[in-house]
């Protein structure tokens, strides 16, 4: 005969028991999410560092140009700077969320604000007296702080700071259809030989805007350190939802609003090259093609180091196949065709944009769409935007 006693024991197991279930499925999926948000802190941080390992080899192959300028020393600038903004470009998947890159005072805008108004800092066609550094009587001294406290003070095209202040001081204008800017060293050369003028100062701008892009990039790198107060706060007191969130809408926002919109479409519509990425070099392909690497190293939890090494491990893709495997496939064939459209675009893009727009257009429409995979499966996951 049962006990009356045990028969209520009986009801309470048999209620505890799809309670326990599920919080055991709840832990599992938390313990999940934080795999995946610990690699991807790894992938931020690696991929910081190699930016700033790059930048300061930028940094000395410009002091060394500055203290003897060369042609082969300005050639040493130039491809350094090409260097810099592979590893760059790919960490532009890390932003949109107010994270250490973009917060209120981040220091985004002194590292790659663009599109910029030239002549701001130095001479144009036509005036040859423009710019910051022709003007000794308003600006005596150059230095980073001067540049800092400049930088979009006058106009949102007011830019005297970050990558595309160097590149416009390496390259000048360009003014060719074939090829980039074609400044020459001389136009650092003090004494004979010199051209344009006040070559110390350009040399001062270029050293003191190279060493302030190192300080700043340092600063975001540092913020992704283990025990620093912002990954701390990231990856133990922020919700994995929230988190997740942010995640999806930094891929969301770079491959729809940013990517597709203001970096490739704007120029397109534009027709005008002061409205592409890397304007001076005749980079921009490469920016658009490193800042999509940079998308699927977020999506696919892996980045691969300047040196070779690679950091992988739990990824939202891997969250995503577990959980519906339908949107996870739309991601990566949207992925896949992204890249091949991407890669399938003529060079240079200030020539492209002008006559072969078609070439360009079904980048941006695959780059929406690779927007709204992302939400799907961002929402799947249940990533609260």
């Not at 300061?56 to 140009?65: N, S």
């Not at 350094?80 to 250490?100: H, I, K, T, V």
């Not at 592409?276 to 691969?304: P, Q, R």
Request: glycine share 8%; net charge negative.
């Amino acid at each position: 005969m049962q006990s009356v006693i045990a028969r209520p024991l009986l009801l309470l197991s048999l209620l505890i028991l799809p309670f326990l279930g599920c919080k055991k499925d709840e832990d599992d999926t938390n313990a999940a999410r934080k795999a995946v948000l610990q690699n991807y802190a790894n992938i931020v941080l690696a991929n910081y560092e190699d930016s700033y390992d790059a930048a300061k080899i930028l940094k000395d192959k410009i002091d060394l140009f500055v203290a003897n300028p060369t042609a082969q020393g300005f050639a040493d600038c130039k491809q350094a700077w090409l260097n810099a903004r592979n590893p760059y470009g790919q960490s532009e998947a890390f932003r949109f969320y107010g994270g250490p890159i973009d917060a209120q005072d981040g220091p985004e805008g002194l590292i790659n604000a663009w599109p910029m108004d030239e002549n701001f800092i130095d001479y144009v066609e036509g005036i040859p007296t423009a710019g910051l550094i022709n003007n000794t009587a308003q600006y005596p001294t150059i230095t980073q702080q001067v540049l800092a406290d400049l930088n979009e003070s006058i106009s949102e095209e007011s830019i005297f700071t970050g990558y595309h202040a160097i590149e416009f001081l390496l390259w000048g204008q360009d003014l060719s259809t074939s090829g980039p800017g074609n400044r020459p060293y001389t136009d650092f050369v003090t004494g004979a030989g010199s051209t344009a003028s006040n070559q110390a100062r350009r040399g001062l701008y270029l050293q003191a805007v190279a060493g302030l892009l190192l300080e700043n990039l340092a600063s975001v790198r540092d913020a992704w350190q283990p025990g620093s107060n912002y990954r701390k706060d990231f990856l133990e007191n922020t919700a994995t939802d929230v988190a997740l969130g942010r995640l999806f809408t930094s891929l969301g926002e770079l491959s729809k609003g940013e990517l597709a919109g203001e970096r490739m479409f704007v120029a397109l519509d534009t027709k005008d090259q002061e409205n592409e990425h890397s304007c001076f070099s005749d980079n921009t392909l490469a920016d658009i093609k490193m800042n999509f690497l940079g998308i699927k190293n977020v999506y696919l939890g892996t980045y691969t180091r300047t040196n070779g090494s690679v950091v992988s491990g739990p990824s939202l893709a891997s969250l995503a196949e577990t959980t519906d495997k339908t949107k996870n496939d739309l991601v990566k064939a949207t992925l896949t065709e992204t890249e091949q459209l991407i890669d399938a675009i003529p060079g240079p893009f200030d020539q492209t944009i002008l006559n072969n727009p078609n070439a360009v257009l079904p980048a941006i429409t695959s780059l929406r769409s690779l927007s709204d995979r992302f939400a799907d499966v961002g929402f799947a996951l249940g990533a609260k935007f």
